[in-house]
T-cell receptor, first 111, second 115 residues
Framework: GENVEQHPSTLSVQEGDSAVIKCTYS??????FPWYKQELGKRPQLIID?????GEKKDQRIAVTLNKTAKHFSLHITETQPEDSAVYFC??????????FGAGTILRVKS | GAVVSQHPSWVICKSGTSVKIECRSL??????MFWYRQFPKQSLMLMAT?????????EQGVEKDKFLINHASLTLSTLTVTSAHPEDSSFYIC???????????FGAGTRLSVL
């Protein structure tokens, strides 16, 4: 089955700096890769997603890149703000079926 | 749009009792819903896939007789934790997928504490 690895487990950045979180997946059949943000005790919220027919997608300060050959994808957050502090999860699935999540990254933005 | 409601948000029960958790899609029909379990400071682990009108598909290692799932309509799935024990204490989260979309929308989760 699919296995998703996520790094780093914790990331501290200064406000205004960029943050990058990386994930690798094992199943070449996976074609949908969402990123979720989860604040403590709350529901995961989708922040951006990418499908395997696209190499990069951007939404304001957030971008995701996908390298199908290497089977890895990354989340990029620019101009970080304190409210970006949360746990971020990457995930992979085939055709939007069951998601396999990475272990999560705790992002702390210091002001 | 795409709102998923989950109830209760928090429940405490005695060991040996059963607890039912509801997951509703409020503004869309969801052929498929998913149930996850999340331990503190850990990731979401898929427990089962719930399909309307058919039996749920459980992930390896998940006891289907302990975690009963019923997807009675296109807007409601329920998870019943039967004969709960302290080790069942966890955060349970559901998600639902509108139609043929890929995006999973999550409920707010249910924190279960078994005494």
């Amino acid at each position: 089955g699919e296995n998703v690895e996520q790094h780093p487990s914790t990331l501290s950045v200064q406000e205004g700096d960029s943050a990058v979180i990386k994930c690798t997946y094992s199943d070449s059949a996976s074609n949908y890769f969402p990123w979720y943000k989860q604040e403590l005790g709350k529901r995961p919220q989708l922040i951006i997603d990418i499908r395997s027919n696209v190499g990069e997608k951007k939404d304001q300060r957030i971008a995701v890149t996908l390298n199908k050959t290497a089977k890895h994808f990354s989340l990029h957050i620019t101009e970080t703000q304190p409210e970006d502090s949360a746990v971020y999860f990457c995930a992979a699935s085939q055709d939007g079926n069951k998601l396999v999540f990475g272990a999560g990254t705790i992002l702390r933005v210091k002001s | 749009g795409a709102v998923v409601s989950q109830h209760p948000s928090w429940v405490i029960c005695k060991s040996g009792t059963s607890v039912k958790i509801e997951c509703r899609s409020l503004d869309f029909q969801a052929t498929t819903m998913f149930w996850y379990r999340q331990f503190p400071k850990q990731s979401l682990m898929l427990m089962a896939t719930s399909n309307e009108g058919s039996k749920a598909t459980y992930e390896q290692g998940v006891e289907k007789d302990k975690f009963l799932i019923n997807h009675a309509s296109l807007t409601l799935s329920t998870l019943t934790v039967t004969s709960a024990h302290p080790e069942d204490s966890s955060f349970y989260i559901c998600s639902a997928v509108p139609g043929l979309d890929y995006i999973q929308y999550f409920g707010a989760g249910t924190r279960l504490s078994v005494l």
